[in-house]
C-alpha cells in the first residue's frame, strides 16, 4: 500500500513538473512574438534556428535584431530570476515554517540592494580599478548585504529554544526600515542621474538584460538552486520541528547555514541585476502548496518553474500594457501579488 501510495505521489509531481515546464515554454514562445515590436511566430522561429544552420524562410534584419540581441536575453533573465525568486522563498517559507516569510519580508532584498546602491554610488572607480570587481563587483556587493541582513534577521528572531517566527517577522520589519534609511542616505551623495536610475531600478528592470550578464546569472543562481533542491528532504523534516529533524538524522544547524547562504546569494544576484521584485517568492510557493500539497520534492522545483512563469508573464504585460511605453515590471508584480497577500492575510483571521 504504501509503494503504490509513493508511486502515485510520484507520478503527480512528474506530472505537475512537465506540464509547467511545458506551460513555461508557452509563455516564452508568445513573449518572443509579443512588444512594442511585434514579430511572428514563424519568422523568430526562423530567426531562432538559423544559427544552428536551419533557413526555414526569409527574416528582416531589424527582427532578427530586435529578437536576438534584446528580447530573447530578457526573456532567460527572467526565467533565471523569476526561478530563483521562486524557489528561495520556497526554501524560506518551509525553513522558517510560515507562509508569510518571503526575502523582501525577512531583509534579503533590501539588504542586496543596499549593499548594490554603496556600490554604485560610493565605489565607482573599485570595477575600473579591480578588474575583477568589472563583472562581479555587484553581484558580489549584492550577496554580502543579502547574507548580513537575512543572518541579522535570523540572529534577532531566534531564541533558546528555537527561532520565534513572529520575532523573525518583526525583526525583517526593522531591518527593511534600517536598510531603507541607509539606502536614502547613500542617495544623498548620488547626482541626478544615478538618482533617476535607482527609482526605475528599485521598482524592477528586465531592459538592462544582455547576453553577457547571463553566464553569471546562470552559475549564480542555477548553482545555489541545485542546492536547495538538494535540502528538500531536509526540508520535509524539518516541517515536523527542529527536533524532530534531528532525531531523524537530519543536521539542522548546518541546513539552516547552507539554506541562509543560498538564498541570499540567489536573492542577491537577482537584485543586482534587476533591482528589488517584490511578491514572486511570497505568491508562487503558496499557489504550489494550495494545489499540490507541502512536499518540497515537489514545490521547489516547481517553484521554480512557475516563477519563471510568473515573472515572464510580468514582464509582458509590462511590455504591452502600455505601448510604446513600458512599466517597471516590480508594479506589475505588486498589483499581482498585494491582493493574494492581503487575501492570504484574511484567510489567516478565519
Given at each position: 500500500m504504501a509503494f503504490i501510495q509513493a508511486s502515485t505521489k510520484k507520478h503527480l509531481s512528474r506530472w505537475v513538473l512537465v506540464s509547467l515546464t511545458v506551460f513555461l515554454v508557452v509563455v516564452l514562445l508568445i513573449s518572443l512574438t509579443k512588444g512594442a515590436y511585434s514579430i511572428g511566430f514563424s519568422q523568430a522561429f526562423a530567426a531562432l534556428v538559423k544559427p544552428l544552420g536551419f533557413h526555414l524562410e526569409a527574416f528582416d534584419i531589424r527582427s532578427s535584431n530586435v529578437l536576438l540581441k534584446i528580447r530573447l536575453p530578457r526573456i532567460m533573465l527572467a526565467v533565471l530570476v523569476g526561478g530563483g525568486l521562486g524557489i528561495s522563498g520556497a526554501a524560506l517559507q518551509g525553513l522558517f515554517r510560515n507562509p508569510l516569510v518571503e526575502p523582501g519580508l525577512i531583509g534579503v532584498s533590501s539588504g542586496s540592494a543596499l549593499f548594490a546602491v554603496v556600490f554604485l554610488v560610493l565605489l565607482p572607480g573599485m570595477a575600473s580599478t579591480v578588474p575583477f570587481l568589472e563583472k562581479l563587483g555587484l553581484p558580489l556587493f549584492s550577496f554580502i548585504g543579502g547574507l548580513v541582513n537575512v543572518f541579522?534577521?535570523?540572529?534577532?528572531?531566534?531564541?533558546?529554544?528555537?527561532?520565534?517566527?513572529?520575532?523573525?517577522?518583526?525583526?525583517?520589519?526593522?531591518?527593511?526600515?534600517?536598510?531603507?534609511?541607509?539606502?536614502?542616505?547613500?542617495?544623498?551623495?548620488?547626482?541626478?542621474?544615478?538618482?533617476?536610475?535607482?527609482?526605475?531600478?528599485?521598482?524592477?528592470?528586465?531592459?538592462?538584460?544582455?547576453?553577457?550578464?547571463?553566464?553569471?546569472?546562470?552559475?549564480?543562481?542555477?548553482?545555489?538552486?541545485?542546492?536547495?533542491?538538494?535540502?528538500?528532504?531536509?526540508?520535509?523534516?524539518?516541517?515536523?520541528?527542529?527536533?524532530?529533524?534531528?532525531?531523524?538524522?537530519?543536521?539542522?544547524?548546518?541546513?539552516?547555514?547552507?539554506?541562509?547562504?543560498?538564498?541570499?546569494?540567489?536573492?542577491?544576484?537577482?537584485?543586482?541585476?534587476?533591482?528589488?521584485?517584490?511578491?514572486?517568492?511570497?505568491?508562487?510557493?503558496?499557489?504550489?502548496?494550495?494545489?499540490?500539497?507541502?512536499?518540497?520534492?515537489?514545490?521547489?522545483?516547481?517553484?521554480?518553474?512557475?516563477?519563471?512563469?510568473?515573472?515572464?508573464?510580468?514582464?509582458?504585460?509590462?511590455?504591452?500594457?502600455?505601448?510604446?511605453?513600458?512599466?517597471?515590471?516590480?508594479?506589475?508584480?505588486?498589483?499581482?501579488?498585494?491582493?493574494?497577500?492581503?487575501?492570504?492575510?484574511?484567510?489567516?483571521?478565519?
Amino acid at each position: 500500500m504504501a509503494f503504490i501510495q509513493a508511486s502515485t505521489k510520484k507520478h503527480l509531481s512528474r506530472w505537475v513538473l512537465v506540464s509547467l515546464t511545458v506551460f513555461l515554454v508557452v509563455v516564452l514562445l508568445i513573449s518572443l512574438t509579443k512588444g512594442a515590436y511585434s514579430i511572428g511566430f514563424s519568422q523568430a522561429f526562423a530567426a531562432l534556428v538559423k544559427p544552428l544552420g536551419f533557413h526555414l524562410e526569409a527574416f528582416d534584419i531589424r527582427s532578427s535584431n530586435v529578437l536576438l540581441k534584446i528580447r530573447l536575453p530578457r526573456i532567460m533573465l527572467a526565467v533565471l530570476v523569476g526561478g530563483g525568486l521562486g524557489i528561495s522563498g520556497a526554501a524560506l517559507q518551509g525553513l522558517f515554517r510560515n507562509p508569510l516569510v518571503e526575502p523582501g519580508l525577512i531583509g534579503v532584498s533590501s539588504g542586496s540592494a543596499l549593499f548594490a546602491v554603496v556600490f554604485l554610488v560610493l565605489l565607482p572607480g573599485m570595477a575600473s580599478t579591480v578588474p575583477f570587481l568589472e563583472k562581479l563587483g555587484l553581484p558580489l556587493f549584492s550577496f554580502i548585504g543579502g547574507l548580513v541582513n537575512v543572518f541579522a534577521v535570523y540572529y534577532l528572531g531566534s531564541k533558546k529554544e528555537g527561532e520565534s517566527t513572529a520575532t523573525i517577522i518583526l525583526a525583517g520589519v526593522a531591518i527593511n526600515a534600517l536598510a531603507g534609511a541607509l539606502i536614502g542616505l547613500t542617495l544623498f551623495y548620488a547626482d541626478d542621474t544615478a538618482l533617476r536610475s535607482f527609482t526605475f531600478w528599485s521598482l524592477g528592470d528586465l531592459s538592462g538584460a544582455t547576453w553577457s550578464k547571463l553566464p553569471i546569472a546562470a552559475v549564480l543562481i542555477c548553482i545555489p538552486s541545485l542546492v536547495l533542491l538538494r535540502g528538500s528532504k531536509n526540508l520535509n523534516a524539518m516541517a515536523l520541528g527542529e527536533k524532530e529533524a534531528f532525531y531523524m538524522g537530519v543536521n539542522v544547524n548546518r541546513t539552516k547555514v547552507i539554506l541562509l547562504v543560498s538564498t541570499a546569494l540567489i536573492v542577491g544576484v537577482a537584485v543586482s541585476l534587476t533591482g528589488m521584485i517584490g511578491f514572486v517568492g511570497l505568491i508562487v510557493p503558496h499557489l504550489m502548496r494550495i494545489s499540490f500539497g507541502a512536499d518540497h520534492q515537489l514545490v521547489l522545483p516547481g517553484s521554480f518553474l512557475l516563477g519563471a512563469i510568473l515573472l515572464n508573464f510580468s514582464d509582458l504585460l509590462a511590455r504591452t500594457i502600455a505601448i510604446p511605453a513600458e512599466m517597471p515590471i516590480g508594479v506589475i508584480t505588486s498589483l499581482l501579488g498585494a491582493p493574494f497577500f492581503m487575501s492570504l492575510i484574511y484567510n489567516l483571521k478565519k
